[in-house]
């Protein structure tokens, strides 16, 4: 099984940037599609990007862009968001998952990280 720790939130102003980190335990990471998921209070989990186990194809949801870019590191078990020209709506707990497929769709990942959380401020 894998294991998941998001680090890296905290609270930023608007414009600002951050880079979340996601780190895996397991010697088969280099196998999983990662994604990264938000949610807002009152809100539902959102697909925010996602990686390929090759790293070489990524996709993100139209929100973020041009602003946020996912990257890994098999070779330490990292998965990476770099988020800049970060706006008020970003505001949300920041998730990582990984599956054997990549998808959008957040019930289809098999592992969970416990979040971070990431502000926002004007």
């Known amino acids: 099984q894998v294991q998941l720790v998001e680090s890296g939130g905290g609270l930023v102003q608007a414009g600002g940037s951050l880079r979340l980190s996601c780190a895996a335990s397991?010697?088969?990471?280099?196998?999983?599609?990662m994604a990264w998921f938000r949610q807002a209070p009152g809100k539902e989990r959102e697909f925010v990007a996602g990686i390929m186990w090759s790293g070489g194809s990524t996709y993100y949801a139209d929100s973020v862009k041009g602003r946020f870019s996912i990257s890994r590191d098999n070779a330490k078990n990292t998965v990476y968001l770099q988020m800049n020209s970060l706006k008020l709506e970003d505001t949300a707990v920041y998730y990582c998952a990984a599956g054997v497929v990549f998808t959008r769709r957040s019930d289809l990942y098999d592992y969970w990280g416990q979040g971070t959380q990431v502000t926002v401020s004007s």
């Open positions: 397991g010697r088969t990471f280099s196998n999983y599609a």
